[in-house]
Nanobody
Framework: QVQLVESGGGSVQAGGSLRLSCVVS??????????VGWHRQAPGKQRELVAS???????NYLDSVKGRFTGSRDNAKNAVYLQMNSLKVEDTAVYYC??????????WGQGTQVTVSS
């Protein structure tokens, strides 16, 4: 059973930083075959993709976070990270870790709250 456990969320003032972590279990030896990423959902809004990291390490970001957020993965630790700098009030949301295996299987974490105050 694949499980994703996020951590690192919290409350921070605008301009601050947070680092989200996602530890994955249950993928066996094929974690490196998953595309991984982070999504977020703010109250009253649809869930949106914030950052994705492909199997070869290529990254893709939501336009509004480019230059501020950095997604990464550590295949040896079955972990995914999101470094968030220069946080803005509009970054407030629940952040979800996500795994996708070749477009066939999707797995989600339980979410971690990020609150940015002015």
């Amino acid at each position: 059973q694949v499980q994703l456990v996020e951590s690192g969320g919290g409350s921070v003032q605008a301009g601050g930083s947070l680092r989200l972590s996602c530890v994955v279990s249950g993928t066996g030896s094929i974690f490196n075959l998953y595309t991984v990423g982070w999504h977020r959902q703010a109250p009253g809004k649809q869930r949106e993709l914030v950052a994705s990291i492909t199997t070869d390490g290529a990254t893709n970001y939501l336009d509004s976070v480019k230059g501020r957020f950095t997604g990464s993965r550590d295949n040896a630790k079955n972990a995914v990270y999101l470094q968030m700098n220069s946080l803005k009030v509009e970054d407030t949301a629940v952040y979800y870790c996500h795994l996708n295996l070749r477009g066939l299987l999707d797995f989600w974490g339980q979410g971690t709250q990020v609150t940015v105050s002015s």
